[in-house]
């Protein structure tokens, strides 16, 4: 267990939907990861937060976005979704901006209809 | 960008036996070369890591090499047991824009045969 804990963890919506998923860090870090698990495409980083703001991003659509609460928990929000964006998502963290290491959640399955 | 290649896609051994998984990456700026492993239906765990100023680190049956100079670094398992099969990933840090990202390459699924 990393102690990095998403919900919910399946999540079967249609396609114009919008959806949030939620990750709570580890006790301590301050920096949250999102990533997207494709079969296709791998591990792709979509967008890092750090105490709240946001720091660097990835391969984000315009149709996402995310945000960090002030007591650190992220929520990734997903809309007008597309068949394609089925896939798994996982949240990571870290102590700090430029701590390397980075521990993952058991991520959240969505899956578009 | 980063960009890390990796090999094989599939790799198959006998239970005993050592597996070799290899990956290169292209910014000689990255220091930070993590490895992962994922089993099925969870997220990817750290199994071990190496940073740029050191050439090899062990952790009992598990060993990773790094080779700054070709950019590449491999991940060595030894005495390989059935609970090793997994997909594995290894990734390169890269720091940029005041922030730090992790690539990764496109991950190896191992199977120990009994």
């Known amino acids: 267990d990393s102690g990095v804990t998403q919900t919910p963890k399946h999540l079967i919506t249609a396609t114009g939907q919008r959806v949030t998923l939620r990750c709570s860090p580890r006790?301590?870090?301050?920096?949250v990861y999102w990533y997207q698990q494709s079969l296709d495409q791998g591990l792709q980083f979509l967008i890092q937060?750090?105490?709240?703001?946001?720091?660097a991003k990835g391969n984000i659509l315009e149709r996402f976005s995310a945000q960090q609460f002030p007591d650190l928990h992220s929520e990734l929000n997903l809309s007008s979704l597309e068949l394609g964006d089925s896939a798994l998502y996982f949240c990571a963290s870290s102590a700090g901006i430029f701590t390397d290491t980075q521990y993952f959640g058991p991520g959240t399955r969505l899956t578009v209809l | 960008g980063e960009n890390v290649e990796q090999h094989p896609s599939t790799l198959s051994v006998q239970e005993g036996d050592s597996a070799v998984i290899k990956c290169t990456y292209s910014d000689s700026a990255s220091n930070y070369f993590p490895w992962y492993k994922q089993e099925l239906g969870k997220g990817p765990q750290l199994i071990i890591d190496?940073?740029?100023?050191?050439g090899e680190k062990k952790d009992q049956r598990i060993a990773v090499t790094l080779n700054k100079t070709a950019k590449h670094f491999s991940l060595h398992i030894t005495e390989t047991q059935p609970e090793d099969s997994a997909v594995y990933f290894c990734a390169a840090s890269q720091r940029i824009q005041g922030a730090q990202k992790l690539v990764f390459g496109q991950g190896t699924r191992l199977t120990i045969n009994p």
């Open positions: 190496i940073r740029s100023n050191v």
């Open positions: 006790s301590g870090d301050l920096s």
């Open positions: 937060y750090y105490n709240g703001e946001e720091r």
